[in-house]
Every structure is written in structure tokens, then in C-alpha cells.
């Protein structure tokens, strides 16, 4: 179907480590969007990625989607505590997002 | 505050209660949508408005829910006879659409937590 497979489903790292979250479709995605929901919180957006190939930074956060729009991922360099939630893919269409079922990122001091 | 209101924030109910949510997007959002959140996934599609009118419904809305957004600002989602399964946190986003043909950043909600006894 049009499901979003996210791995790994949890995620423990020592603060200062690194941590990448994968997002994979068996079909071409025309857009990835990607949400950080903190504990207790509500999704909050990230960023789109649109295009083939495309890498965005947005400080510590490195995100990427594949050349062949299947896949996506997320690299936070050097984890700190504010970092911990769940990000969540989604797929992007017109008319809703599907959202994978997240990686729980916790980060211990 | 201008971001995405819901109200109420939990709701306690009976099986077989009806119960009503109410969100308020941003205002200057022309699209609305509902999603359904159970613990360890991630939220599910239930509908969306663009403007007043409702232009989708997923399957995972069953004829007891229904939701309207009558003057294309503010929706409630309602859902009649509830059952233990629609435990879940309800989450309402928004966004300013400006081209039907793409997707927008969605603005979410602080949801509504409702538990089924």
C-alpha cells in the first residue's frame, strides 16, 4: 500500500553520540516530511524534502532523500538531551500526510 | 497564541457515550484535517476541510464519526457510541494551502485525549 516503514522503532544513545532514523516506501514518494513529537507532545514539522537526491541541514539535523524518492533518513549529529521524542516520516500528498510509526530517540546524560 | 487550539484537552466517557471536539486552526488556514494518534504509532489520516467543504474520509472513519467545519474556520469532530477502540488521542492540524496539486507543513494541535470506559 501507501505505508511508510520507519526504522528503528527505538533508539537509546549516550548524549554526544550520533543517531540516524530510515524511513523506506516500496513505492516513489513525491515528497518526505518529517515531524518531532516530544513526550506528551504533538507533532511539530521539520522539514519537506522534495526533490531527488536532496540533502538539508538544519543544524545538529541532516536530512536526505534518495535518488530514487524511496527512501529517506535523518542524522542528528551529537545527540543532546532536547533531542529526545519520536520523529516521525511522513508521505506528502495533496490531500493528507501518512505518517510512518516513528523511532523513539532517547537520549541518556 | 496563535497556533491550532483543541478543546477539550482530555475527555473521560462511557461506552456507548457521544462525545464532541472542537479545534480551531490558525486563522488565516484555509485547510483542516483530524488524525487519530494511539500510543507507539503515528497519526492516522481520519479527514480533512478545505475551506467549509470536507473533501476526504478515510475507511478508519466509520458512520459513528462526523465531523464539520460550517463556516470553514473552526471544526468538531463528533463520535457517536463510543466504543473502548476509539480510545486514542484525536489531533487536529492545519495548514495554508495555496496550490491544490502539492503538501504543505501541517501545524498540529496539543490533541484531545479521550479514554472509552
Known amino acids: 500500500g501507501q505505508q511508510v516503514m520507519q526504522i528503528p522503532q527505538y533508539q537509546h544513545v549516550q548524549e554526544g553520540e550520533d543517531f540516524t532514523t530510515y524511513c523506506n516506501s516500496s513505492?516513489?514518494?513525491?515528497?518526505i516530511q518529517w515531524y518531532k513529537q516530544r513526550p506528551g507532545g504533538h507533532p511539530v514539522f521539520l522539514i519537506q524534502l522534495v526533490k531527488s537526491g536532496e540533502v538539508k541541514k538544519q543544524k545538529r539535523l541532516t536530512f536526505q532523500f534518495g535518488e530514487a524518492k524511496k527512501n529517506s533518513s535523518l542524522h542528528i549529529t551529537a545527540t543532546q538531551t532536547t533531542d529526545v521524542g519520536t520523529y516521525f516520516c511522513?508521505?506528502?500528498?495533496?490531500?493528507?500526510?501518512?505518517f510512518g510509526s516513528g523511532t523513539q530517540l532517547t537520549v541518556l546524560p | 497564541d496563535t497556533g491550532v487550539s483543541q478543546d477539550p484537552r482530555h475527555k473521560i466517557t462511557k461506552r456507548g457515550q457521544n462525545v464532541t471536539f472542537r479545534c480551531d486552526p490558525i486563522s488565516e488556514h484555509n485547510r483542516l484535517y483530524w488524525y487519530r494518534q494511539t500510543l507507539g504509532q503515528g497519526p492516522e489520516f481520519l479527514t480533512y476541510?478545505?475551506?467549509?467543504?470536507?473533501?476526504?474520509k478515510s475507511r478508519l472513519l466509520s458512520d459513528r464519526f462526523s465531523a464539520e467545519r460550517p463556516k470553514g474556520s473552526f471544526s468538531t469532530l463528533e463520535i457517536q457510541r463510543t466504543e473502548q477502540g476509539d480510545s486514542a488521542m484525536y489531533l487536529c492540524?492545519?495548514?495554508?494551502?495555496?496550490?491544490?496539486?502539492?503538501?504543505?507543513?501541517?501545524?498540529f494541535g496539543p490533541g484531545t485525549r479521550l479514554t472509552v470506559t
Open positions: 513505492t516513489t514518494l513525491s515528497n
Open positions: 476541510f478545505q475551506n467549509e467543504a470536507q473533501l476526504e
Open positions: 492540524a492545519s495548514s495554508l494551502v495555496q496550490s491544490l496539486a502539492i503538501s504543505y507543513e501541517q501545524y
Open positions: 511522513a508521505r506528502g500528498s495533496a490531500r493528507q500526510l501518512t
